[in-house]
């Protein structure tokens, strides 16, 4: 039964339904994390590798089977949608015994750090292992379930750091009223994290290149000159010490994202912007959003008075890993995305030795049924047919949801919904760092292009990952379509300590490049500003309000 939906600029998105009663359920497609269409390898092995990987790996610590892991995946178009997961008191049931179960695990291990560092890491960094060192002639299927058996594990720790975080929240919300979601986010800010390390990482090879005028004036050319930069012996071993760290992350939580390995221009136009625009030491930020957090502490205890007072200090110290599991979590899933990616190229190198494909990358748009088939027939007129129609979705604005429309439980979702309609000039999102900035906006798609951004100007963009987060010392705001209170960005903006604004739903093509913007962080508003030129005094031209 095919239906035909409507993308967000009225382009038709015809759907074929297997079921037709899958065409009564509300589909929500995964916007958060995938910012492109799933490739044919994804698309074949995400149902089935998400389900086996993700329930060992709960199973494996003692956990029931997640709820989540018997959601449904279907792809339409290339894009993920995913259907409610269980629904009514069956997924009910199954979260509250699963979240009995993540308090027990903290019980035993001394807390999310010890579910963390002595329970997930151990095996997120196996599986991670496995998939660096397999071989061409490894089966896709065993490699996916690999990818979500670290991501499992990811879960498992971030899922066990829930409890005393929203424990905080609810105690804030009770003592503070309105401003206590803010306030519990700003007690958990300023901890060191994979994502600052990573950035304090890259600021340090900045240095270096800021050290040289060879490689400052390499930098600077358009485009960069990578040649000249392999000849600076002292630069080029720094950032080739980054790479060896990091080298193997995908720029976001999809397999047809390269890897920092494969284009090493992101990183270096990032150290090329971090020279330009002077940005201070990461991990002295950090200091500086711990002194905020301390300050926050004590204020809020002098408010409570010395009866409520410790049981705030005991629930904020409880709620203290929040941020490093969840960004170590971000990082380790980028790299068992990024190593999954580099694993298929070698299938990808054993099937142009077979002479079934061309190029090794061209493995993506093969499924893992074809690639595990018997026989070495020439799939090479099939990827080139496969790649113009990935293209081709990839220019949709795919709808939100298919189906039956409303909401959906989908525990990947993260655009947030106003519960009133945006004016013409507002867009209304969740508050996720305070303050309030007045700026131009940039419109930014990936960390490639983060080139443009210049100091002072509001980060706009649909999503961030670790990859993105130097763009942040730059930025005097931030404004995503998707996530919550507790997602990367609110996260990093908090470190940073910056306004932003995230779950802003039709922020990027709403906000025009180069557009005045007010960012409120603390009421979860942009304000989008009607621009008149005029003459300064100075001869000038310069925009007005």
Same mark, same amino acid.
């Given at each position: ?402 189906? @039956? ?45 983060? @080139? ?94």
């Amino acid at each position: 039964m095919r239906v035909v939906y409507k993308c967000d600029d009225g382009t038709d998105f015809p759907v074929d339904w297997d079921d037709p009663a899958d065409a009564e359920m509300t589909w929500g497609r995964e916007a958060e994390h995938l910012k492109l269409p799933s490739l044919p390898i994804e698309s074949s092995t995400i149902g089935p590798a998400m389900g086996a990987g993700a329930s060992r790996a709960f199973v494996e610590v003692g956990l029931p089977a997640p709820p989540f892991a018997g959601g449904r995946v279907m792809v339409a178009n290339g894009w993920v949608y995913t259907t409610a997961f269980g629904g009514g008191d069956e997924m009910g049931d199954g979260m509250a015994q699963m979240m009995a179960g993540f308090r027990g695990l903290n019980e035993v291990h001394g807390g999310p750090v010890g579910v963390w560092e002595k329970l997930c890491l151990p095996r997120i960094k196996e599986a991670c292992e496995e998939l660096k060192t397999s071989g061409g002639d490894a089966s896709p299927l065993e490699l996916a379930t690999r990818q979500w058996y670290a991501w499992g594990h990811t879960m498992v720790a971030m899922f066990a750091s829930f409890g005393p975080t929203l424990a905080l929240e609810g105690f804030c919300n009770q003592e503070f009223g309105l401003d206590g979601s803010a306030f519990a986010g700003e007690l958990m800010q300023g901890y060191e994290n994979a994502t600052v390390q990573a950035d304090e990482d890259l600021w340090r090879v900045a240095q270096v290149a800021k050290g040289s005028e060879a490689a400052r004036k390499a930098l600077a050319a358009s485009p960069i000159d990578v040649e000249a930069l392999k000849a600076d012996g002292g630069f080029w071993r720094a950032f080739q010490g980054y790479l060896d760290v990091y080298g193997e992350r995908t720029g976001h939580w999809q397999v047809g994202a390269p890897t920092l390995i494969e284009e090493p221009e992101t990183a270096l136009s990032l150290i090329a912007r971090m020279i330009e625009a002077g940005t201070s030491s990461p991990l002295a930020m950090l200091r500086r959003a711990a002194e905020r957090r301390e300050a926050r502490l004590q204020e809020l205890a002098q408010r409570l008075g010395p009866e409520k007072a410790p049981q705030l200090r005991r629930m904020a110290a409880a709620a203290a890993m929040y941020s490093p599991v969840r960004e170590g979590r971000a990082y380790w899933q980028l790299v068992a995305w990024g190593r999954m990616r580099l694993a298929m190229f070698r299938i990808g190198e054993r099937l142009v030795r077979e002479g079934r494909i061309a190029d090794a990358k061209d493995v993506l748009f093969l499924t893992a049924e074809e690639i595990e088939g018997a026989g070495a027939h020439d799939m090479r007129a099939a990827v080139a047919e496969r790649r113009e129609a990935w293209e081709r979705s990839a220019k949709l604005k795919a709808p939100e949801s298919i189906g @039956k429309m409303g909401n959906t439980l989908n525990p990947f979702a993260g655009t947030s919904r106003a519960a009133v309609e945006d004016a013409a000039d507002v867009i209304r999102g969740v508050a996720a760092s305070r303050g309030a900035v007045t700026a131009v906006a940039r419109v930014i798609e990936s960390p490639q292009e983060g @080139k443009r951004l210049q100091p002072g100007e509001v980060l706009v963009c649909r999503m961030t990952a670790p990859p993105w987060t130097p763009l942040f010392a730059i930025a005097s705001a931030v404004v995503t379509e998707t996530g919550g209170a507790l997602s990367h960005p609110a996260i990093v903006a908090r470190e940073y300590g910056i306004p932003c604004v995230v779950g802003a739903k039709g922020a990027t093509s709403r906000i025009r490049d180069g557009q005045r913007i007010t960012v409120d962080g603390t009421a979860g508003t942009v304000t989008l500003l009607k621009v008149r030129v005029v003459v300064s005094r100075f001869g000038g031209y310069g925009g007005g309000l």
